[in-house]
């Protein structure tokens, strides 16, 4: 049994002062009491928060970040010519780099504040598109990356079939994604196998890339072979995406899987920056999580989300960090919401009439994030799994905060440098701000990175 008592705590029903929290031997919330000022406990913090979850990344992309922010040749850089420059960087990219990248990435997370990394993982094969010896190679290095790092782990091996929607061939920059069907129920066995050797927390899911790189007709087969588990899928990121689904499906992407999915919480459509309001509305109704990425969003031009709209539909969000240009908890929350003050013309765009800014954001993020990661989390209480990150209250960008602003000042006033430490049920990862291996993960990290800088 590990007892946590904070100053302040943000339980499901509101702020609560004098807080201790035990957590089982399985890493799950087994007690909560409020106004317990003088309990012993393993650990004291100042205040306690529900940990979210990073509903969407792609771990290997953050070693390439600072170095595709040059125009070169092409007059109208754009997400289009970025990812030609990915394809280009992942083509290098050994299980060794994957690994090491990982486990950096992962660490990062904790850092930042999140408990649970789902991992969007479709760089299956070797640089020409053959297998590996086992098939499931590189996603056994994204298991070995969470059981160095303790992050709790969603697994969502990516379905990639087609260059397009008229089922073009895959580019030599994609064809180490390429799977059919079959191939790809069996790569997704080999993946379940390891993820047996991860604690109890972990969490299988599908996802297919999106309607472009995956036949309408696999779609329901890719929904099966989830197994009840998270159904993820890039939809109406990028304007040029949108006219190619119009073209060869006849609706626009959201309007498509409307139509012809069937849809509800368990699944999680990731960006959705380009919807009309008529989508915006209708898709917020489904039930369906909206995993937004503001951060890359804004990095690759993709748009802005209608994040005011999609709230006044009853809407939930989850956030992830997708490109790991940048990891960081508490930019993505502001960016999010800046956005839609620039768009508007307005300030406090998300803010309801009786929570803040900041609040109503972590609120909806830590729920929708726990939905979309198939994990009992985003709250302190009984039962749940003890997912928890404390914030510094030394932090001068606390001083004398109380209430909701605590997290509308680590929003908008100060970093994820607040955070002082993170559970992943139950797992004590990161503790003064550092994960307990902070130093040994950076230097495997650094020896991989400078092999790599110069190939973009």
Sequence with gaps: MITIQACSALLPDGWHNDVSVEIDNHGRIEKVSTQQPDVPADTHVAYLLPAPVNAHSHAFQH????LTERRGDNPQDSFWTW??????????????????ITSFVQMKMLESGYATNVEFHYLHHSPDGTPYATLSEMSDRIIAAATRTGIGLTML?????????DFRQL???????HNDLDGFATLCDAIKIGLNKLPDDTVFGVAPHSLRAVAPDSLAVSRRLAGGGPYHMHLAEQIPEVDEVVHYLGARPVEWVLDNMDIDDGCCFIHCTQMLQHETTRLAQSGAIAGLC???????????????????AGGK?????????RISLSEEMR???YSQRLRDHTRAALATASMSTGRHIFEAITAGGAKAAGRKTGQIASGYWADLMALNGDNIALAGRTGDTVLDSFT???????VSDVWAAGRHMVSGGHHHDHEAITAAYRETILKLKDIV
């Design 335 to 337: 960016s999010l919401d």
């Design 171 to 177: 580019t030599r920059g994609q064809c180490r994604f």
């Design 412 to 418: 908008f006033a100060g970093d994820d440098q607040l």
């Design 294 to 312: 503001p951060i890359t969003e804004a990095s690759l031009g993709d748009g802005i989300f209608d994040g005011v709209n999609w709230f006044t």
């Design 63 to 66: 070693a390439m970040a600072g």
């Design 83 to 100: 990812r030609d420059l990915m394809f280009r960087f992942l083509d290098q990219l050994t299980p060794d780099h994957i690994e090491s």
């Design 157 to 165: 091996p990516v379905h990639y079939q087609y260059g397009g929607c």
């Design 317 to 325: 969000i989850a956030i992830g960090s997708d490109s790991n240009i």
